[in-house]
Structures are given as structure tokens and as C-alpha cells.
């Protein structure tokens, strides 16, 4: 009932730019509490890159902090990734994930994007 569509990833060189949004839809009583994304390169495991809360409160992994921006347009229930700077070792999938509830009566949980790649060359 709730689906998250991922997009922007691509192919950059070092230094340059992309923005990822993440949609979300499926059912009109999902209440989304935080959103956030992650990424996951080959052979490493899944790690937190950036989160918001509705409250508007934001928290960056040290290693991407003052390059990248997380923001969200509650109104198109849409959360975005700003990308500067890239640098290879951002090279990864991307996953945007959506902590939420159907519902005021629902269990919170959450729900993940199918991720997209990003690829920073050298």
C-alpha cells in the first residue's frame, strides 16, 4: 500500500552534483514521522547518510556533512538528497527510507526505496 519511488542517481565526475528525490504513495492515511536515506557500497554494509524528522531537525553522517543536504516538500510527500562535491568513495546505492504509520492506530515501521546508483568517477 506504500510505495517509495526513487530517482536522480546517475553518473558523475568527482566533484560535481546530483539531487535524489524519493516519492512516496500507495495509501491516503500513511503518516510519515521521519525520513531519511542510506547507501550501501559493494562488499559494505548499509549505513545512514542523512535523516529529517517532521519537526525539521536533521542529522548528516560525519563523512558527507557540509556537501550533502537533505530536505523534504511535505505537500508532495517527496524527500530530496542534495549531492555536491561528490567524491568517489560516495560511489554507492542509495536508499531512501520513510518511518511512518497507517493510519493513528497503526505500528510504526519502516518502509525502503528500491534504491538507485550513483557512480562518482575519478
Known amino acids: 500500500q506504500v510505495q517509495l519511488v526513487e530517482s536522480g542517481g546517475g553518473l558523475v565526475q568527482a566533484g560535481g552534483s546530483l539531487r535524489l528525490s524519493c516519492a512516496v504513495s500507495?495509501?491516503?492515511?500513511?503518516?510519515?514521522?521521519?525520513m531519511g536515506w542510506h547507501r550501501q557500497a559493494p562488499g559494505k554494509q548499509r549505513e545512514l547518510v542523512a535523516a529529517t524528522t517532521n519537526g525539521g531537525s536533521t542529522t548528516y553522517a560525519d563523512s558527507v556533512k557540509g556537501r550533502f543536504t537533505i530536505s523534504r516538500d511535505n505537500a508532495k510527500n517527496t524527500v530530496y538528497l542534495q549531492m555536491n562535491s561528490l567524491k568517489p568513495e560516495d560511489t554507492a546505492v542509495y536508499y531512501c527510507?520513510?518511518?511512518?504509520?497507517?493510519?493513528?492506530?497503526?505500528?510504526?515501521?519502516?518502509?525502503w526505496g528500491q534504491g538507485t546508483q550513483v557512480t562518482v568517477s575519478s
Open positions: 527510507n520513510i518511518h511512518g504509520r497507517i493510519g493513528w492506530w497503526g505500528n510504526y515501521g519502516d518502509y
Open positions: 500507495g495509501s491516503s492515511i500513511f503518516s510519515i514521522t521521519a
